[in-house]
């Protein structure tokens, strides 16, 4: 009431106004029963194929396994330090993103984060078949111990610039408020159940597909999620909430 009376003035009708949005609200609301609708599931759907892809790509995997993931390229790296230099791009790319979702669109922070991410990822893995593939006397591969470094990095960071944060925000901006509570619980539950599962599956992956199979498989969703968004993501930059 306070803040309608500072928007609207000392001499406007107040009551007929808010008597309408309560009336709009209650029109909306279903609660639960209202997910089942078709148009409403599937826009549930889309959410959760996002949280998907933001695990699947290796967002958590890249976090938590920092310093194993160097040691297993042979690079000799600190923990502590890896840590802080994920932590500090992680940082940098959520700061990007915050400038610029809102004027380029959280499609296209979608899309220009998972291509960032395929690039590398694709890049990282043919990387580490060579060096495996490479004969002990061959030096090349040490001598571009910063190639990996400098992949890993480009990873997080186009991560964080929209496949990590903007799920969240279009989990917000793609339901109306009466079932708002509802979609979001059931999106944020499905990222956290997909981060325990691309966690757990980490070493079995690894060990089935070998380190660069396992990084050209994270580069494979990553192109899966820039069509998905391409086809079936809506932009909801400058548009009503819900």
Same mark, same amino acid.
């Given at each position: 009431?306070?803040?309608?009376?500072?928007?609207?003035?000392?001499?406007?009708d107040?009551?007929?106004?808010?008597?309408t949005?309560?009336?709009?609200?209650?029109c909306?609301a279903?609660?639960?029963?209202?997910l089942?609708?078709?148009?409403?599931?599937?826009?549930?759907?889309?959410?959760v194929?996002?949280?998907?892809f933001?695990?699947?790509?290796?967002?958590?995997?890249?976090?938590v396994?920092?310093?194993?993931?160097?040691?297993?390229?042979?690079?000799?790296?600190?923990?502590?330090?890896?840590?802080i230099?994920?932590?500090?791009?992680?940082?940098?790319?959520?700061?990007v993103?915050?400038?610029?979702?809102?004027?380029?669109?959280?499609?296209?922070?979608?899309?220009?984060?998972?291509?960032?991410?395929l690039?590398?990822?694709?890049?990282?893995?043919?990387f580490?078949?060579?060096?495996e593939?490479?004969?002990?006397?061959?030096?090349i591969? $040490?001598? &571009? *111990?910063?190639?990996?470094? /400098?992949?890993? !990095?480009?990873?997080?960071? +186009?991560?964080?610039? #929209?496949?990590?944060?903007?799920?969240?925000?279009?989990?917000?901006e793609?339901?109306?408020?009466?079932?708002?509570?509802?979609?979001?619980?059931?999106?944020?539950?499905?990222?956290?159940?997909?981060?325990?599962?691309?966690?757990q599956?980490?070493?079995?992956?690894?060990?089935?597909?070998?380190?660069p199979?396992?990084?050209?498989?994270?580069?494979?969703? $990553?192109? &899966? *999620?820039?069509a998905?968004? /391409?086809?079936? !993501?809506?932009?909801?930059? +400058?548009?009503?909430? #819900?």
């Amino acid at each position: 009431m306070i803040v309608l009376r500072k928007l609207r003035g000392p001499h406007a009708d107040l009551h007929s106004e808010i008597e309408t949005i309560e009336m709009k609200n209650s029109c909306r609301a279903g609660g639960w029963q209202k997910l089942l609708s078709w148009y409403m599931a599937k826009r549930v759907a889309t959410i959760v194929m996002l949280f998907a892809f933001q695990q699947f790509c290796g967002n958590y995997v890249f976090i938590v396994h920092t310093a194993r993931i160097l040691r297993k390229m042979g690079i000799p790296w600190d923990a502590d330090r890896s840590t802080i230099i994920v932590a500090a791009v992680r940082i940098v790319g959520t700061l990007v993103s915050i400038s610029i979702v809102d004027r380029v669109g959280r499609r296209t922070c979608l899309i220009a984060s998972h291509a960032i991410t395929l690039a590398s990822l694709t890049t990282l893995g043919i990387f580490v078949y060579l060096a495996e593939a490479a004969p002990p006397e061959n030096t090349i591969f $040490s001598r &571009l *111990a910063w190639v990996p470094l /400098f992949c890993l !990095v480009l990873v997080m960071f +186009g991560l964080h610039v #929209g496949a990590h944060p903007v799920p969240f925000v279009l989990a917000a901006e793609y339901f109306p408020t009466s079932v708002r509570g509802q979609t979001f619980s059931v999106c944020y539950s499905s990222g956290m159940l997909f981060g325990f599962l691309v966690l757990q599956f980490y070493s079995p992956m690894l060990a089935a597909l070998t380190q660069p199979g396992l990084y050209w498989f994270y580069a494979a969703v $990553s192109t &899966l *999620a820039v069509a998905f968004t /391409f086809i079936f !993501v809506e932009e909801t930059k +400058g548009k009503n909430i #819900g």
